[in-house]
């Protein structure tokens, strides 16, 4: 068996005694809690206490990072498509040039290139065939009119000298008479 000593009774005592004042402070702990939450809740709507500018500049400053986030992955979004786009074109290009490479499609791109110059050869040799018929065609015409032209002026000149020859004859008869 085992014997308490007289401090342990003391301290026990002081203890049971402290938790009846104890449940006294809790119930005023717990009242002054709940004032302060009042006190706080009707501090909250101020806006123009220390803490809630300071609240106000901190909200601010959030916001306007998580506007930046937004605007740096909207532009990473952006560089990250190009950057698809650009790999994809490149690739594009490179199988390109390696289809251009094979010694087939060289061969047929020389018979295409032959081809097209030929194509272009006959044509400028039709249009310069053209071009001297039509050529020949409108001097035959300038000649005709040449021709007409010196004809008609020829004919009259020969009435005007019949008519100038019939003058002189008249005026000879008349001279006569």
């Not at 005709?144 to 008249?170: F, G, H, P, V």
Request: hydrophobic fraction near 25%.
């Amino acid at each position: 068996m085992k014997f308490i000593s007289e401090e342990d009774i003391s301290r026990i005592k002081q203890k049971v005694a402290n938790g009846q004042t104890g449940a006294k402070n809790c119930d005023e702990n717990q009242r002054k809690l709940e004032l302060k939450k009042l006190s706080d809740k009707r501090v909250s709507g101020w806006t123009n206490t220390l803490e809630s500018k300071r609240n106000a500049r901190l909200k601010w400053k959030e916001e306007n990072l998580a506007r930046e986030e937004e605007k740096r992955k909207e532009i990473d979004r952006k560089e990250e498509a190009l950057r698809a786009r650009l790999n994809e074109e490149t690739i594009q290009r490179s199988k390109s040039l390696k289809y251009e490479e094979n010694e087939r499609v060289k061969m047929l791109r020389s018979q295409q290139l032959y081809t097209d110059v030929v194509e272009t050869r006959e044509q400028q040799v039709r249009e310069k065939e053209e071009n001297a018929k039509r050529q020949q065609v409108e001097e035959s015409r300038w000649h005709e009119q040449t021709l007409r032209t010196a004809q008609y002026d020829a004919e009259r000149q020969k009435e005007q000298q019949k008519l100038l020859k019939n003058k002189a004859m008249e005026n000879a008869k008349a001279m006569r008479k």
